[in-house]
């Protein structure tokens, strides 16, 4: 199994960067998806996370109006859209899946996820 997350680098204040993850998951449309970032000296933290078909969404307060995930069920990919980035949202990006649907608070909580990729840099400079 694996997850390979690409999209992260360099960006300046204000820029976007579309993250994606490729999963060798199968059935990909039976697992929650989600992001996960975690910045040097802090714990991991949620994201953003999709339902198995897509239809709900959940987003960290810190993501919320500035990022959209989704995913492409036919592709096996989920996406995660950042824009006006700023420095606090530099981190490396980290993909994760768990079988079946999860609840808005469990789907926050990265001890409910079976497979996690190797994560993606992120840098934001001013």
């Known amino acids: 199994v694996q997850l390979v997350e690409s999209g992260g680098g360099l960006v300046q204040t204000g820029g976007s960067l579309r993250l994606s993850c490729a999963a060798s998951i199968r059935p990909f449309s039976t697992y929650t998806m989600a992001w996960f970032r975690q910045a040097p000296g802090k714990e991991r933290e949620f994201a953003a996370g999709i339902s198995e078909s897509g239809g709900y969404t959940y987003y960290a307060d810190s993501m919320k109006g500035r990022s959209t995930i989704s995913r492409d069920n036919a592709k096996n990919t989920t996406y995660l859209q950042m824009n006006t980035l700023k420095g606090d949202d530099s981190a490396v990006y980290y993909c994760?899946?768990?079988?079946?649907?999860?609840?808005?608070?469990?789907?926050?909580?990265?001890?409910?996820?079976?497979?996690w990729g190797r994560g993606t840099q992120v840098t934001v400079s001013s």
């Open positions: 994760a899946a768990r079988l079946g649907p999860a609840a808005s608070w469990t789907v926050r909580q990265p001890a409910g996820y079976q497979y």
